[in-house]
């Protein structure tokens, strides 16, 4: 009796010991998510996209939660959102993030924080939310809880495993993480305790993750796959059946709800849980559960899939096939988009993982095939899936990496397992030396990690004040000296910013839906100045006295007389992708990527800058900045002219390193408005460098400027 006394007090003593590390684990990963304010002592928004959801919250704070749906033309509120037409927030974005931190900012106002400083916390509500949630899935995946804390302990240690949860970097994709976590937590449950409340909290929280995040795709997707494999490890009895559905009923339920189906079916894949329960409800009653019959259906199926979408019969959003490497033709901006690139720090983050996860797959698909159940073909499903699009993607490296790590839970559980069982059982030495080296290597990964995740936020400069005082001055300028009514022009990256902080209309934001504007704003940018005024005015409608053209600039001071504008900075470096839109063979609609790459890198660039090439690769010198004036862009025509407005004269550096002058150009229908700029910091030669801000106003077909 005392001996079982003995063993439930030592049990309950590993409990508390396990909860403690879990605490301390969040509270860690708190501190790294919130490392910018703890550093800087204050609260601001980081990067592009969170202005919007500031926007949209002190919108919905203002005029009640259900004005979401009215955040549509004609409402004039939206109107200054991709002028003249206006954004559509119901369709094109999602009304989880500031749904949320409206119904909740009670608590940040009683916290004394305004509704940004309140937005821009929210974030590592859900990072906390993320590492309980990987500590329960891992923990009900292999029944270990110390499997269970190496998950969380990746969620706090890896820069990718809350990327998007730190304080003021207000992404979806944090919250989605969160709520897609919990939902294979509860599935996993569902499928092993066949209990209808599992069903209901999984598809409870998928159907939130439509909410949230565009990433319910590749949830979704996941589920679907799941469900329709599982007959090949697993027998579906009626009452798995009736839970699958409950869990499909309540997914598309609560993505209902959102009261726009249409948001939901622009594309197939929405449906894909649907379809999934479909074939197993073909695979009970109509195959009899005959796996031969069921395998050439699934076949026929994906091989008339595959035809669909090389027909686009199925349509699946362009971003969608670029993440998966399917080759197709895609609209030219999806490939100038950062996120949309490969992550370039997958070797880096990943040096001691990326082993261990691809070790992992390995052994998971041994468990698999030596001893099939629906636990081995998630972690095989998820983790070569999600794996891949982690190295697809960098938009994905969150969602990526928090499922590829169920393989390296794997082989950290067997590794676990080892070391358990030695105690009792006589296992090779050559087993546990391999065990002990996987745990070791964990032991130290994890903590270096951490400490290199916190080092990299602890330095990061948030708001708008990341390059000087600059960009703040000049949005108070524009708020404060040009007409209400006017319309700025600047490349889609800036819309939030100066939509939200200046109240005045832009062309295009960091949504970048409407492939067409961004296109057409491309040619107001890079074409010359009279093709620029064209298209404002036949597109546009912009007129004069009231339009705006906003471009910025990084530049070293040579010396007291003489500027040089730094190529790959800057706008002066994403106007090679301006360049890239802008040309495209079809405009705006999809064109094959790798042979207009092919053409645009040996015909067109060339046109405009001066290149050279390095070990066979291309690399863009600098601008032909002394092209004749007739021809020039107008954002290097306007970048010169600026710096002659601030007392230098404009030079640039040929391939040979000689600095070339530049006079100042004729400009005919455009003049300086304002220009704000800031010292950001000294060469290593000790030359000042400089980022300047300006702007320039439309004034009609007068000329304004001598050279």
């Given at each position: 009796m005392r001996g079982i006394v003995d063993l439930a007090l030592n049990n309950r003593f590993r409990k508390i010991i396990v909860y403690v590390i879990l605490g301390l684990l969040v509270v860690v990963g708190v501190v790294n998510m919130a490392s910018p304010l703890i550093m800087r002592g204050e609260i601001d928004l980081f990067g592009n996209d969170p202005w919007i959801e500031y926007w949209l919250t002190k919108y919905l704070v203002e005029h009640g939660i259900t004005s979401w749906w009215r955040l549509k033309p004609p409402n004039p509120d939206v109107l200054k959102f991709w002028y003249p037409y206006g954004r559509d927030f119901t369709m094109t974005a999602y009304p989880g993030v500031p749904m949320f931190a409206a119904l909740t900012y009670p608590i940040g106002k009683a916290l004394g924080l305004t509704i940004k400083e309140w937005v821009a916390v929210n974030p590592i509500i859900f990072g906390a939310i993320a590492i309980i949630a990987a500590f329960l899935f891992g923990r009900e995946l292999f029944g270990n809880n110390y499997v269970g804390l190496v998950y969380s302990a990746f969620m706090v240690a890896l820069a990718s495993g809350t990327a998007r949860s730190f304080v003021g970097f207000v992404e979806k994709q944090g919250y989605g993480v969160a709520l897609i976590l919990l939902a294979m937590f509860f599935y996993i449950r569902l499928l092993k305790y066949k209990r209808w409340f599992d069903a209901v909290l999984s598809g409870l929280f998928l159907g939130l993750t439509f909410w949230f995040w565009g990433g319910y795709i590749f949830a979704y997707t996941l589920v679907a796959m799941h469900i329709a494999l599982l007959p090949f490890v697993t027998k579906?009895?009626?009452?798995?059946?009736?839970?699958?559905?409950?869990?499909?009923?309540?997914?598309?339920?609560?993505?209902?709800?959102?009261?726009?189906?249409?948001?939901?079916?622009?594309?197939?894949?929405?449906?894909?849980?649907?379809?999934?329960?479909?074939?197993?409800?073909?695979?009970?009653?109509?195959?009899?559960?005959?796996?031969?019959?069921?395998?050439?259906?699934?076949?026929?199926?994906?091989?008339?899939?595959?035809?669909?979408?090389?027909?686009?019969?199925?349509?699946?959003?362009?971003?969608?096939?670029?993440?998966?490497?399917?080759?197709?033709?895609v609209k030219p901006i999806v490939a100038t988009v950062a996120e949309h690139a490969r992550p370039e720090s997958v070797a880096v983050e990943m040096y001691v993982a990326l082993p261990l996860a691809i070790l992992g797959i390995l052994y998971s698909i041994y468990k698999l095939l030596s001893k099939p159940n629906e636990k081995w073909l998630l972690i095989v499903l998820s983790s070569t899936f999600?794996?891949?699009?982690?190295?697809?993607?960098?938009?994905?490296?969150?969602?990526?990496?928090?499922?590829s790590l169920l393989a390296v839970l794997a082989i950290t559980h067997w590794s676990i397992t080892v070391l358990q069982r030695a105690t009792k059982y006589k296992v090779g030495s050559l087993t546990k030396v391999f065990a002990i080296l996987v745990l070791g290597l964990l032991l130290l990964f994890i903590p270096n990690a951490a400490i290199l995740t916190f080092a990299s936020r602890s330095n990061m400069n948030l708001g708008l004040d990341i390059y000087g005082n600059a960009w703040i001055d000049m949005l108070d300028w524009i708020k404060e000296n040009t007409p209400e009514d006017s319309v700025i022009v600047a490349w889609w990256d800036y819309g939030y910013w100066i939509t939200v902080n200046t109240n005045r209309a832009t062309l295009a934001d960091g949504a970048t839906w409407n492939t067409t504007q961004i296109w057409l704003l491309s040619k107001i940018l890079m074409g010359n100045e009279s093709h620029a005024v064209e298209v404002m005015k036949r597109y546009f409608n912009l007129q004069p006295n009231k339009t705006y053209v906003l471009a910025y600039y990084i530049a070293i001071a040579l010396n007291n007389t003489t500027m040089l504008v730094l190529p790959g900075q800057a706008d002066i470096g994403k106007s090679n992708a301006m360049l890239f839109i802008m040309n495209g063979p079809n405009g705006p609609r999809p064109?094959?990527?790798?042979?207009?790459?092919?053409?645009?890198?040996?015909?067109?660039?060339?046109?405009?800058?001066?290149?050279?090439?390095?070990?066979?690769?291309?690399?863009?010198?600098?601008?032909?900045?002394?092209?004749?004036?007739?021809?020039?862009?107008?954002?290097?025509?306007?970048?010169?002219?600026?710096?002659?407005?601030?007392?230098?004269?404009?030079?640039?550096?040929?391939?040979?390193?000689?600095?070339?002058?530049?006079?100042?150009?004729?400009?005919?229908?455009?003049?300086?408005?304002?220009?704000?700029y800031d010292q950001l910091g000294v060469t290593v030669t000790g030359h000042p460098y400089y980022v300047v801000v300006f702007l320039y106003q439309y004034v009609g077909e007068k000329a304004q400027q001598e050279s």
């Open positions: 579906i009895d009626r009452k798995t059946l009736n839970l699958l559905t409950i869990l499909a009923i309540v997914t598309y339920i609560v993505s209902l709800a959102y009261g726009v189906p249409e948001k939901l079916l622009k594309t197939e894949l929405s449906l894909s849980i649907l379809a999934s329960l479909a074939l197993v409800y073909i695979y009970s009653y109509v195959l009899n559960g005959n796996r031969k019959y069921y395998l050439g259906l699934i076949v026929a199926l994906g091989i008339g899939a595959m035809v669909s979408v090389a027909l686009r019969l199925i349509s699946i959003p362009g971003r969608v096939l670029y993440a998966l490497g399917i080759l197709t033709d999600m794996l891949y699009l982690y190295s697809r993607m960098a938009y994905l490296s969150e969602i990526g990496l928090v499922f064109a094959n990527l790798e042979n207009y790459s092919i053409e645009f890198n040996s015909k067109i660039l060339p046109k405009y800058w001066y290149i050279t090439y390095y070990q066979g690769r291309l690399v863009p010198l600098t601008p032909k900045w002394d092209m004749p004036g007739n021809q020039l862009p107008l954002l290097y025509k306007l970048t010169i002219d600026s710096v002659y407005e601030l007392g230098y004269k404009f030079v640039y550096q040929d391939q040979y390193g000689r600095l070339i002058s530049v006079p100042r150009p004729y400009l005919q229908y455009f003049k300086v408005a304002h220009i704000s």
